[in-house]
């Protein structure tokens, strides 16, 4: 029998954990909640009503919550983690079409998309395009055509859980993990669900939440494919500083002067291009090494 097991990760939620529990708890045995650092009566709840609790003695952020509960399913030998938000969201019935695809071993990682579904309320448009932005870049470095990247309700089997370790502790976690199933060429495909959004419901500032998420798949990025993020723009640098170069001289062949803009554009480009040219291969090098000791 397939052991799955629903992992909510959960901050200040006493309003919300003890019904979606309950409903959980109709279809599903094996129920994780990640307590990451409530100063409420959230896990206490959790535990009473069955659920294994995982606690975090201070606020870590809701990658550190996704990593713990990717460990404690790796631990309980789970065939599939199933992630699904503790703030009333999400419909305990999308589960079911959430696991579908994994369990007739069609993917790997299923990712229940808001936007191939349907939504009730509204996403304020700063956060649509957002959204659109991030899944934008994950897809332009990842060769997928994903259409909601920061959806938190997904489906795991057994040998993600086994291949990757969340590292990201804030909301970058959700790129960093499909950034990490594309090196291992996990299969991953979307299935609509439902959502009930009321609001702003992030405890974060819309622009810092951006930004981070952003820094951070960046950061991947460029970890993953530091040819490309470093290398391409390095060698644009350099043909650019290049043409300039050529500029100068011919400037200074014909009238025996140097114009001081065209130069010091041109030694920028230059000194930039190379910066990030060498920075391109001594980060693939280290990279290569590290993936070597593993």
Same mark, same amino acid.
């Given at each position: ?8 990760? @959960? ?5 919300? +954990? !003890? ?8 279809? *599903? ?9 409530? @100063? ?21 952020? *809701? ?9 404690? !399913? ?44 349907? +939504? ?5 448009? *700063? ?28 489906? *795991? ?50 622009? @810092? ?35 300039? +170069? ?18 010091? +554009? ?21 990279? @290569? ?6």
């Amino acid at each position: 029998m397939t052991k799955i097991a629903i992992g909510l990760p @959960s901050f200040n939620e006493e309003k919300n +954990i !003890a019904s979606i529990i309950l409903q959980l708890k109709k279809n *599903y045995e094996l129920i994780l909640v990640c307590d990451d650092g409530s @100063s409420d009566l959230t896990a206490a709840i959790s535990e009473k009503m069955g659920a294994i609790v995982i606690k975090h003695k201070k606020n870590l952020g *809701y990658g550190a919550a996704i990593r713990s509960l990717f460990l404690k !399913a790796h631990e309980l030998e789970c065939d599939i983690l199933v992630t699904f938000d503790s703030d009333g969201q999400h419909r305990v019935l999308d589960i079911e079409t959430v696991v579908a695809p994994i369990l007739k071993n069609d993917a790997d990682i299923v990712i229940g998309s808001r936007f191939l579904g349907s +939504i009730k309320g509204e996403i304020p448009s *700063y956060r649509k395009f957002g959204m659109n932005t991030i899944t934008n870049l994950v897809n332009a470095n990842t060769e997928k055509k994903i259409t909601d990247s920061q959806s938190g309700f997904r489906a *795991y089997n057994k040998t993600v859980l086994e291949k990757i370790i969340p590292s990201e502790s804030g909301m970058g976690v959700s790129t960093e993990i499909l950034i990490k199933a594309n090196k291992y060429k996990f299969r991953i495909i979307e299935v609509p669900i439902t959502i009930h959004y009321e609001g702003d419901t992030s405890s974060q500032n819309a622009l @810092s939440h951006g930004t981070s998420v952003i820094l951070s798949t960046m950061k991947f990025i460029s970890i993953e494919h530091p040819l490309k993020f470093y290398g391409i723009p390095g060698i644009a640098f350099l043909v650019l500083g290049l043409f300039f +170069i050529v500029w100068t001289l011919q400037e200074f062949t014909a009238t025996g002067r140097i114009i001081t803009n065209i130069s010091l +554009i041109a030694t920028g480009s230059t000194i930039f291009g190379m910066i990030l040219t060498m920075n391109s291969v001594l980060l693939y090098s280290l990279v @290569s090494v590290v993936r070597e000791r593993r």
